[in-house]
C-alpha cells in the first residue's frame, strides 16, 4: 500500500487567495483526520470523518476552514481566504479499529 | 476528559546512552496508549503501541508498558544511536477514533 498521499508537498500562496489541500486515505480504512502542526499550537485536530461523515470539527478554526470527503478514497481542506497565521503544516491521517492512525508526509503551507 | 503529559524537552543524549521519555495519561475507560515518532520533514509514523494494562509494545529497540497503576507508558531504550534524533509523541485513545497526544518531546542524540 501507498500509505496515506497528501498533495501537494508545499504551498506558497498571497493572502487572501484560496487554499486547497488534498488527502488520498488507506483503503479501507473508514476514519480520517485533518490536523494542522506548528511550532506554538503544536499538533492540533481540526476534524476528522468516520465513513465520510464528518464527526467532529470542533477543531476548525474559523468559517475559513472547509473539509470535505466526498467519497472513501479522497478527502480536502479549503482555505479562504488564507492569511499569514494559517501558515502551518497540515497532516491528514486514516485509521481502521484500534490500529493507530497513519500519517501523511503533509502538506507544509506559506502565506506571504 | 482525556489527556497526556510527556516530559518536557529537549533532551539530548550521547550516542549509546539509556533513553526515557516519560508519558502519564488521564483516561476514562480503558484506552489504547501510543508512541509516535516524527523524523525532519516528514509525518508522523506509529512506533509502538499497547491496547491493554500490562501490555508491552515494543519496536526498534523500543519498549513501553502500559501500567494502569501509575497511569504511565514510559519509552525506554537502551542504546540509543544518531538515528534515534526526532521528535516522541505519546497519545491515547479508542484507537480508530480521536487520539489525544503529548506536546511532543525533541530528541537529539550527539555521537
Given at each position: 500500500d501507498a500509505g496515506v498521499i497528501q498533495s501537494p508537498r508545499h504551498e506558497v500562496t498571497e493572502m487572501g487567495q484560496e487554499v486547497t489541500l488534498r488527502c488520498k486515505p488507506i483503503s479501507g480504512h473508514?476514519?480520517?483526520?485533518?490536523?494542522?502542526?506548528?511550532?506554538?499550537?503544536?499538533?492540533?485536530?481540526?476534524?476528522?470523518?468516520?465513513?465520510?461523515?464528518?464527526?467532529?470539527?470542533?477543531?476548525?478554526?474559523?468559517?475559513r476552514f472547509s473539509a470535505k470527503?466526498?467519497?472513501?478514497?479522497?478527502s480536502n481542506l479549503k482555505i479562504?481566504?488564507?492569511?499569514?497565521?494559517d501558515s502551518?503544516?497540515?497532516?491528514?491521517?486514516?485509521?481502521?479499529?484500534?490500529?493507530?492512525?497513519?500519517?501523511?508526509?503533509?502538506?507544509?503551507?506559506t502565506v506571504v | 476528559g482525556n489527556?497526556?503529559?510527556?516530559?518536557?524537552?529537549?533532551?539530548?543524549?550521547?550516542?549509546?546512552?539509556?533513553?526515557?521519555?516519560n508519558c502519564t495519561y488521564t483516561a476514562t475507560g480503558y484506552p489504547s496508549l501510543f508512541w509516535y515518532v516524527q523524523y525532519p520533514g516528514e509525518g508522523l509514523q506509529l512506533l509502538l503501541k499497547a491496547t491493554k494494562a500490562d501490555d508491552k509494545g515494543s519496536?526498534?529497540?523500543?519498549?513501553?508498558?502500559?501500567?494502569?497503576?501509575?497511569?504511565?507508558?514510559?519509552?525506554?531504550?537502551?542504546?540509543?544511536?544518531?538515528?534515534?534524533?526526532?521528535?516522541?509523541?505519546c497519545a491515547l485513545g479508542p484507537g480508530a477514533q480521536k487520539l489525544v497526544f503529548g506536546q511532543g518531546t525533541r530528541l537529539t542524540i550527539n555521537p
Amino acid at each position: 500500500d501507498a500509505g496515506v498521499i497528501q498533495s501537494p508537498r508545499h504551498e506558497v500562496t498571497e493572502m487572501g487567495q484560496e487554499v486547497t489541500l488534498r488527502c488520498k486515505p488507506i483503503s479501507g480504512h473508514d476514519y480520517l483526520f485533518w490536523y494542522r502542526q506548528t511550532m506554538m499550537r503544536g499538533l492540533e485536530l481540526l476534524i476528522y470523518f468516520n465513513n465520510n461523515v464528518p464527526i467532529d470539527d470542533s477543531g476548525m478554526p474559523e468559517d475559513r476552514f472547509s473539509a470535505k470527503m466526498p467519497n472513501a478514497s479522497f478527502s480536502n481542506l479549503k482555505i479562504q481566504p488564507s492569511e499569514p497565521r494559517d501558515s502551518a503544516v497540515y497532516f491528514c491521517a486514516s485509521s481502521l479499529h484500534r490500529d493507530g492512525y497513519t500519517f501523511g508526509s503533509g502538506t507544509r503551507l506559506t502565506v506571504v | 476528559g482525556n489527556s497526556v503529559t510527556q516530559m518536557e524537552g529537549p533532551v539530548t543524549l550521547s550516542e549509546e546512552a539509556f533513553l526515557t521519555i516519560n508519558c502519564t495519561y488521564t483516561a476514562t475507560g480503558y484506552p489504547s496508549l501510543f508512541w509516535y515518532v516524527q523524523y525532519p520533514g516528514e509525518g508522523l509514523q506509529l512506533l509502538l503501541k499497547a491496547t491493554k494494562a500490562d501490555d508491552k509494545g515494543s519496536n526498534k529497540g523500543f519498549e513501553a508498558t502500559y501500567r494502569k497503576e501509575t497511569t504511565s507508558f514510559h519509552l525506554e531504550k537502551g542504546s540509543v544511536q544518531v538515528s534515534d534524533s526526532a521528535v516522541y509523541f505519546c497519545a491515547l485513545g479508542p484507537g480508530a477514533q480521536k487520539l489525544v497526544f503529548g506536546q511532543g518531546t525533541r530528541l537529539t542524540i550527539n555521537p
